[in-house]
Structure formats: structure tokens, C-alpha cells
């Protein structure tokens, strides 16, 4: 749900440019398809704009159900990889407490399976209402609040300190690269953050970037309990 570059009008810093307008705005207003499972989006994905682009190639017509969500026990870290497109993405952490306000959108099998496939470096998960309870700020008329939810899980985990420490907050992209570059002594992560991600995107570097990540304990598991189990949906 991560890796979308942002066009001119959402500069680097501003990733996942999700218009604070997306969560204060009523979203629902079409209703879900049979046989639809609700995904929480972290990220890019929050944004409609970028979900429907994701989903438009299947030509189904079929416009994805969207609502606000809020969602208990879940935060919002930093993927412990650099994306595709040189941005270091957002990812959910489990987490004792805090309330996340996202969108969620209801998919039906097909639209879930094409979402899966934009997301290589993380895997959807399904988690339940009683660890996580959610609540659905836009009310659709005959729309149960569900027993369960999926969500983007990253394979990588998320970014920590190597002391065991809270996976480090969710932040604009210079503050996460400044972050990275006092710990990995790494010069090509200096300087504005359209020069560091293009830098990012360009060659071996991100993939050097990454390995250098896992290797400097800067990762550490988002979902510990999904780890334990091997991560089975």
C-alpha cells in the first residue's frame, strides 16, 4: 500500500500525501459486493485515488466500497526497506494501545487478489475485532461491523532501534532518512528527499540500503504474534 510516486503536487515530504480530507469526509456511499472482505489500508492505499488506479485495469466497473475506519491497538511505523521507487514506506505495528483513523475499503476476491499483487514486499493478514476492535465511522445501510479485518503486514518488519526499543513513529520521508543516516553512516541518504529517494530508486542502492537496515538490527518484527505463527492468513 506504499510505493506510489507521488506526482508534483505531493512532494516526498508529504508521502503518503493522503489529504487529511479523506479522513474527516463521509466516504460511504456505495455499497460493498457480496462476498467482500473489509482491508485497512496503511499508506498510499488510504488515499481513493491511489485505490481505484490500483484496481481500474480489472474493468469491472465496480467502484470500491470505501468507509472510515478506526482501529484499536494499531500504529503506524516505517517498513524496514526502501521501496521500488525510493521511498522508505509506511507499515502497521501491533501495538498495546493508540487508535489509528484510516480508510477501509470493502473488496470483493478479485480486487483483493489485485491489491495483493501491488504490494510484493508485504503480505495481507487477517486479524480479528476482538484483539483490534474497529469501529466503522461511515454507516452503511445493512453493513455489520465485521468479526475480522485484513491488512498489509511488511515482510521486512518495521524500523527500530537495535535496544529493543517501540518501532519508531510514522514520519514525513526527511525526518525517516535523517534517521537512517545517523545510524547507517550512509552519504547518499544526505541531502533533500527527492535527491535521496531518486538516488534510492537508481541501481543496487535501495536493495544495498535495505540489506545494510537488517543488518545494523534496525528491524524488528511489526506483528509478533502473526511471526510466532509463520504469518498464516
Not at 25 to 47: H, K
Not at 209 to 226: C, D, E, F, K, N
Amino acid at each position: 500500500m506504499n510505493q506510489n510516486r507521488p506526482d508534483a503536487a505531493h512532494p516526498p515530504e508529504d508521502y503518503p500525501w493522503v489529504p487529511a480530507s479523506v479522513l474527516l469526509q463521509p466516504l460511504g456511499s456505495v455499497a460493498p459486493p457480496p462476498n467482500s472482505r473489509l482491508v485497512v489500508a496503511v499508506g498510499s492505499n488510504a488515499a481513493p485515488s491511489v485505490l481505484r488506479r490500483k484496481l481500474d485495469h480489472l474493468g469491472d466497473a465496480v467502484e470500491p466500497a470505501l468507509c472510515r475506519v478506526r482501529v484499536a491497538n494499531i500504529t503506524v511505523g516505517h517498513s524496514a526497506h526502501v521501496a521500488a521507487r525510493g521511498y522508505i514506506p509506511a507499515a502497521p505495528v501491533h501495538a498495546g494501545q493508540g487508535v489509528l483513523t484510516t480508510v477501509g475499503a470493502w473488496l470483493k476476491p478479485s480486487q483483493t487478489e489485485a491489491l495483493d499483487r501491488t504490494e510484493p514486499n508485504y503480505d495481507r493478514r487477517t486479524v480479528n475485532t476482538h484483539d483490534h476492535p474497529l469501529q466503522l465511522a461511515d454507516r452503511l445501510p445493512g453493513v455489520p461491523t465485521p468479526d475480522e479485518f485484513d491488512l498489509y503486514v511488511s515482510r521486512h518488519g518495521v524500523l527500530a532501534d537495535p535496544d529493543g526499543g517501540a518501532a519508531l513513529p510514522f514520519g514525513d520521508q526527511p525526518t525517516v532518512l535523517a534517521w537512517l543516516a545517523r545510524r547507517l553512516g550512509v552519504t547518499k541518504l544526505d541531502g533533500p528527499p527527492a535527491d535521496v529517494c531518486a538516488r534510492l530508486a537508481t541501481g543496487d542502492l535501495g536493495a544495498r540500503v535495505t540489506g545494510l537496515m537488517r543488518a545494523a538490527g534496525l528491524s524488528q518484527p511489526a506483528w509478533p504474534s502473526l511471526a510466532a505463527d509463520g504469518g498464516a492468513r
